[in-house]
């Protein structure tokens, strides 16, 4: 019975062993390659107050607003309240028990 079980395991081991001999290591030629795209100038951008699509001089001008007059801070008490929050937050995923 031990002669049978070990013959099994190792047909069943050799076969699983080539199954994956036939994958191919390289890409797709389709595919476009890592230092082509680090070198790509991206155009499209994203405006920092609302997330919608800008073009490049229109997300220059917002940074440049932005620097000039800053978004106006949020009150002590609204401050006060997200910091606890946060800490409340991480406390919760060290003791997830106290989350009832």
């Known amino acids: 019975m031990f002669g049978i079980l070990s013959i099994t395991t190792t047909i069943g081991v050799w076969l ?10 390289l890409p797709p030629p389709e595919d476009i390659p890592e230092e082509i795209l680090r070198t790509e100038i991206i155009i499209d951008a994203r405006s920092p107050i609302d997330g919608k699509p800008v073009s490049a001089a229109e997300y220059a001008e917002l940074q440049a607003q932005l620097q000039i007059a800053p978004p106006p801070e949020l009150n002590t008490k609204l401050r006060q309240t997200v910091f606890l ?11 997830p028990f106290l989350g009832i």
């Open 16 to 25: 699983i062993s080539h199954w994956g001999s036939a994958v191919m290591a």
């Open 85 to 95: 929050l946060r800490i409340r937050k991480a406390l919760l995923q060290f003791f």
